[in-house]
């Protein structure tokens, strides 16, 4: 059922005579500081103090791995509050925000901060009728870490791993549509193999088989050890389950991501048995054909609502262009 058709039933039995309580949402508190792309390359550093200030504006979770703590930042709208339940949330992880150097923060990380990535969720959660968070990766949009050293690494997998878990426990939140761009989108793939909670998996132009990724780039040897996780490689570890639909989309002309490492993932979970589409938009308008984040976006929001398989594919493939973005 859509969530606009449980709105629709709440309010006519309030209507004919219903004492249904309103229900109050959770909504992360906007901030007026911007983030700074300085600190992106640098790193950034939050103390558990402040992050409890920040998690009271419902924009943080602290997450502890391997016995040390990290403040991870999220924006969200349209949640019930704590304690929820909230059957289905749909969450996104951005992709990289710095050059192959470690540079280059500006673009991603600059003039913006807090209150735009708020407004951002509560227009996709007033669009799609669902509740929606954006889950800063380590050492981007606000969250501690940093980014360059971390990214890809299993690392940032246990972190995004243990933020999805605080925030499940936090919400009452039953289960996930995630959806991931580019970097976010390889996490994404990672995290079909370590959940069981994941109603929708979206993978947007991700590195979903990265060793295969690397090999067509030429940026690795096929002898040399990968420092990276390669979501394919776990392949055999994603449970079973019949009611999760995995969505891998993907520009045929990519220049960054070869559209046939992302093939390579696909045909690996279909083959075991897993209900998965590759969905091929040649819609990226940036020169590498990379940028789907808003046809990505559209297609998790979309699965956490319930909209049927066809009617995604559908509408990713009749969006207008879409425009140039602040976020990834």
Known sequence: MHASHTLAGLAFAAFIGGSLPTPSFAQSV???NQFDPVAVVNGIEISRSACAVLEKNETAIWVEVAGQGSCLRYYAAGLKAAPGPNP????????????????NADKRQKGFGPTEMVALEQGLSARFHVPSIFLGRPGTYGSAGKHYT?????IEAELIDAALDGLKRRYGIQAWSL?????????????????????CAVISSGASAYRAYLEAR?????????TRFDPYD????????????????????????????????????????HAAWLIPLQRATDSRHHDLVD??????????????????????????????????
């Open 30 to 32: 906007a901030e007026t």
């Open 88 to 103: 289905v949330t749909a969450i996104w992880l951005n992709g990289d925000v710095l050059g192959p150097k470690g540079q």
């Open 150 to 154: 971390t990214r890809g690494r299993p």
């Open 179 to 199: 959806g991931g761009h580019s970097g976010g989108g390889t996490l994404v793939a990672e995290m079909l193999a370590r959940r069981s909670d994941l109603r």
């Open 218 to 226: 030429g940026l690795i040897r096929k002898d040399e050890r990968l």
């Open 234 to 273: 776990s392949l055999d570890k994603v449970p079973s389950d019949p009611a999760r639909r995995i969505f891998v989309i993907g520009d045929p002309r990519e220049k960054n991501v070869p559209f046939s490492a992302q093939k390579q993932f696909f045909e690996g979970i279909v083959a075991r048995g």
């Open 295 to 328: 046809f990505g976006e559209t297609a998790t929001e979309m699965c956490a609502a319930g909209a049927s398989t066809d009617d995604i594919i559908k509408t990713l493939e009749q969006m207008p262009e879409q425009k140039p973005r602040l976020t990834n």
